[in-house]
């Protein structure tokens, strides 16, 4: 399996579930994904990648341009992430200072709710 | 000589393959299993760089992936023919070079040569296992 995406909403913010391999070949598809809840309305997004195996930087990218979009909309993305074979990319890029990186999806939802 | 050399069409669905096939390499190396992800996404970083050099500038070329085991290093170069060199346009939201600084984040020993062929990017991690 490449990569299997799927959304749901979870006290007003829309978490984005990914599962597989996120890489030049699949990106596209999250991508596509990011910019249609955007155009659709959903400005608070949390990205669960707890089943992603793999991320490169087209990924990353794909989350930055995805951070950017809501950003527009002075909305939030937010990922939740414990593996470290997925954090590494995330420190070696720096980017752990941009995104908020939560443990659970419970957790990233309560950091965004004590913002309001 | 190379112990595997791999030579692919340049697309993306192929990039993965060329990490599967990596990593498999770099573990029958010797390399620790610890730095199996890095050397997956180092490859991988390399490849989608030389697979969207070559879709840009000659989309009929393959891309060449040379995996070869030294003494104590397994050694890994991946070789494009795109002679445009630098980002193009169109490309990815991060500016060019971001995948080149991964690659250097994460492998010991990075050497990036360019002429006028085209671009070899060559890298290396510990292994466990002296070359026959």
Request: overall charge negative.
């Amino acid at each position: 399996m490449d990569l299997k995406l799927d959304h749901h909403s979870k006290d007003g913010i829309e978490i984005v579930d990914v599962e597989g391999e996120i890489d030049v070949y699949t990106a596209p598809r999250l991508r596509e994904l990011l910019i249609d809840l955007v155009n659709n309305g959903f400005y608070q997004l949390v990205v669960n990648m707890e089943k992603v195996e793999f991320l490169d930087s087209t990924g990353l990218g794909v989350l930055v341009g995805g951070l950017k979009r809501v950003r527009a909309h002075d909305g939030s993305l937010d990922l939740v992430c414990t593996q470290e074979r997925i954090l590494k990319i995330f420190r070696i890029t720096g980017l752990t200072k941009v995104f908020g990186i939560h443990e659970t999806v419970d957790e990233a939802i309560a950091a965004r709710k004590s913002e309001k | 000589m190379a112990t595997v050399e791999l030579s692919f069409t340049p697309l993306p669905a192929h990039v993965r393959t060329a990490r599967l096939v990596a990593a498999a390499v770099a573990r029958r190396s010797g390399v620790d299993e610890s730095l199996l992800d890095e050397v997956r996404l180092a490859v991988g970083e390399a490849c989608s760089r030389a697979v969207e050099e070559h879709r840009l500038h000659c989309p009929t070329e393959p891309v060449r992936l040379a995996l070869t085991e030294l003494a104590g290093r397994f050694e890994v170069e991946v070789t494009d023919t795109s002679m445009a060199g630098g980002g193009a346009e169109g490309g990815p939201a991060y500016p060019p070079g971001f995948g080149i600084a991964v690659i250097a984040g994460l492998a010991d020993d990075v050497q990036i040569s360019e002429t006028s062929a085209g671009t070899s990017i060559r890298m290396s991690w510990p292994s466990a296992v002296t070359a026959s």
